[in-house]
Nanobody
Framework: QVQLVESGGGLVQAGGSLRISCAAS????????MAWFRQAPGKEREFVAA????????YGADSVKGRFAISRDSAKNTVYLQMNALKPEDTAVYYC???????????????WGQGTQVTVSS
């Protein structure tokens, strides 16, 4: 069993930066891939970034490549999403997810956090 709690969301101006965190509990955190998804009002939840259990490989959606970076600290059971050069279209609730492999599909993740709101003003 893995429990995920996101934090660090907030309001930021366009062009600014924000780092959100996801704290995980459970003995199997180190063996699970982690990912961030986001959901804007009226839209489907979409993949943002993922990282393998070892942290050796990361993946990102085309819309955030070069701006967002995912990382993990296994000693702290925490995964991060560093978001730079934020745009108003990045506004969404950001969800942390855990699963057996780092994939882009929601269905591949079996544990989810409650989400944290990120709002980017123009």
């Amino acid at each position: 069993q893995v429990q995920l709690v996101e934090s660090g969301g907030g309001l930021v101006q366009a062009g600014g930066s924000l780092r959100i965190s996801c704290a995980a509990s459970g003995r199997t955190f180190g063996s699970r891939a982690m990912a961030w998804f986001r959901q804007a009002p009226g839209k489907e939840r979409e993949f943002v970034a993922a990282i393998t259990w070892s942290g050796a490989s990361t993946y990102g959606a085309d819309s955030v490549k070069g701006r967002f970076a995912i990382s993990r600290d296994s000693a702290k059971n925490t995964v991060y999403l560093q978001m730079n050069a934020l745009k108003p279209e990045d506004t969404a609730v950001y969800y942390c997810a855990a699963g057996p492999t780092a994939r882009v599909f929601r269905g591949d993740y079996n544990y989810w956090g409650q989400g944290t709101q990120v709002t980017v003003s123009s």
